[in-house]
């Protein structure tokens, strides 16, 4: 991010005061866009990873149940 100059509050113009606002508008977008980024980041991804650790411990208790019911067949 580059800086500006600070503008003396004695000589700041309308023109100047609307460029700061036109700025912090910007931000202010910029922050929602990056916050819609983060909830479809949670809702996908986060989501998806649950679904994949549910199915590996399900893999696990079913390998572990037929390894346990291996060895009591010895």
Same mark, same amino acid.
């Given at each position: 991010?580059?800086?500006?100059?600070?503008? +003396?509050?004695?000589?700041?113009?309308?023109?100047?005061?609307?460029?700061?606002?036109a700025r912090l508008d910007?931000? =202010? +977008?910029?922050?929602? *866009?990056? *916050?819609?980024?983060?909830?479809?980041? =949670? *809702?996908?991804?986060?989501?998806?990873?649950? =679904?994949?650790?549910?199915?590996?411990?399900? =893999?696990?208790?079913?390998?572990?149940?037929?390894?346990?019911?291996?060895? +009591?067949?010895?």
């Amino acid at each position: 991010m580059t800086t500006q100059p600070r503008i +003396a509050l004695d000589d700041l113009t309308s023109d100047a005061l609307d460029s700061l606002h036109a700025r912090l508008d910007a931000a =202010e +977008a910029r922050v929602r *866009e990056l *916050e819609a980024e983060v909830a479809h980041y =949670e *809702e996908v991804v986060v989501g998806d990873l649950n =679904e994949a650790n549910i199915r590996l411990q399900r =893999e696990v208790t079913r390998l572990t149940a037929g390894h346990s019911e291996g060895a +009591a067949g010895v």
